[in-house]
């Protein structure tokens, strides 16, 4: 199943997105796929045509300011999580996606759940893979400084910041054709490194975390989460803590695995996430 590349305007912000669609027709709900801080949909490549094989609908956007996605300047998009949500909210109505499954991952994921949390009658289920889900998770020092005055703005026009981060969090190396394609929007202008400062700068974690803490606990809908073991930056704990305090929540442990878990292990995620996207919810 072949993996499309479009785009679509929507309140005069640019959006990239990559989709498989199914053969024929479906019952099966769409799925959502969402990027982490420093990636782009690309990350998601492995997983989106086995979605379509069995009948699903897949689509991964790039984020405002990431990939192939626009990258406005801080004075036209804040980069907050409500600036995110807003526009998340305008790309889910312009692709008319009624009723999904969510798939988040990393630092921005929070995001996504945080629009989960505010459009739960939208969520048919929710996968979550190594993301932001407790007010003990920090944002890791190697993408913290990047939002640091003066070093940030030098590191993040670096396009080997892209390489480092993306092997240094899932602790493997990531072979050059992909990088040059993670790299690429880095190489092409110096737009996409002013987006990742201003989105560090502006992640709100500490009230994000707090939202995300308290709202799941009164979640309703099938919550699959999936977590690489070895994340250098996301204990584990931190997803065993979530499960416990939210209904209706699995936890898959990776072992070997680490933040960026569909970057090298896409066939041991496919094995839980496949079947889990096919369940039916009360909707």
Same mark, same amino acid.
């Given at each position: 199943?072949?993996?499309?590349?479009?785009?679509?305007?929507?309140?005069?912000?640019?959006?990239? %997105?990559?989709?498989?669609? !199914?053969?024929?027709?479906?019952?099966?709900? !769409? &799925?959502?796929? *969402?990027?982490?801080?420093?990636?782009?949909? %690309?990350?998601?490549?492995?997983?989106?045509?086995?979605?379509?094989?069995?009948?699903?609908?897949?689509?991964? !956007?790039?984020?405002?300011? +990431?990939?192939?996605?626009?990258?406005?300047?801080?004075?036209?998009?804040? %980069?907050?999580?409500?600036?995110?949500?807003?526009?998340?909210?305008?790309?889910?109505?312009?692709?008319?996606?009624?009723?999904?499954?969510?798939?988040?991952?990393?630092?921005?994921?929070? &995001?996504?759940?945080? +629009?989960?949390?505010?459009?739960?009658?939208?969520?048919?289920?929710?996968?979550?893979?190594?993301?932001?889900?407790?007010?003990?998770?920090?944002?890791?020092?190697?993408?913290?400084?990047?939002?640091?005055?003066?070093?940030?703005?030098?590191?993040?026009?670096? !396009?080997?910041?892209?390489?480092?981060?993306?092997?240094?969090?899932?602790?493997?190396?990531?072979?050059?054709?992909?990088?040059?394609?993670?790299?690429?929007?880095? *190489?092409?202008?110096?737009?996409?490194?002013?987006?990742?400062?201003?989105?560090?700068?502006?992640?709100?974690?500490?009230?994000?975390?707090?939202?995300?803490?308290?709202?799941?606990?009164?979640?309703?809908?099938?919550?699959?989460?999936?977590?690489?073991?070895?994340?250098?930056?996301?204990?584990?704990?931190?997803?065993?803590?979530?499960?416990?305090?939210?209904?209706?929540?699995?936890?898959?442990?990776?072992?070997?695995?680490?933040? +960026?878990?569909?970057?090298? +292990?896409?066939?041991?995620?496919?094995?839980? *996430?496949?079947?889990?996207?096919?369940?039916?919810?009360?909707?």
């Amino acid at each position: 199943m072949s993996i499309t590349e479009h785009k679509i305007n929507v309140d005069s912000l640019e959006w990239f %997105y990559r989709e498989s669609l !199914p053969i024929g027709r479906t019952d099966l709900a !769409p &799925v959502l796929l *969402l990027h982490g801080l420093v990636s782009q949909s %690309y990350s998601w490549r492995n997983i989106i045509p086995a979605l379509a094989n069995q009948g699903t609908r897949a689509i991964a !956007p790039d984020w405002i300011g +990431y990939g192939f996605s626009a990258k406005p300047e801080k004075r036209d998009f804040a %980069y907050t999580p409500d600036a995110f949500i807003t526009a998340l909210e305008g790309f889910v109505k312009a692709l008319e996606l009624d009723h999904f499954s969510l798939v988040v991952q990393g630092f921005l994921g929070s &995001v996504g759940l945080q +629009y989960a949390l505010r459009h739960p009658e939208q969520i048919a289920n929710l996968a979550i893979l190594n993301t932001p889900i407790s007010t003990a998770a920090k944002l890791p020092w190697k993408i913290k400084q990047m939002g640091l005055p003066l070093v940030g703005e030098v590191m993040t026009q670096d !396009p080997l910041l892209v390489d480092r981060t993306l092997e240094g969090g899932s602790r493997y190396r990531i072979g050059d054709n992909e990088l040059d394609i993670y790299r690429k929007p880095f *190489l092409k202008s110096s737009s996409s490194g002013r987006s990742l400062l201003s989105s560090i700068r502006n992640l709100q974690l500490d009230s994000a975390m707090t939202e995300i803490e308290s709202g799941f606990k009164e979640w309703q809908q099938p919550i699959l989460i999936q977590w690489g073991m070895i994340d250098p930056w996301l204990s584990v704990d931190i997803a065993q803590n979530f499960t416990d305090s939210a209904p209706n929540t699995e936890l898959i442990k990776l072992n070997n695995v680490g933040h +960026y878990p569909q970057e090298h +292990y896409h066939e041991v995620i496919l094995e839980d *996430l496949l079947p889990f996207v096919r369940r039916k919810d009360a909707h």
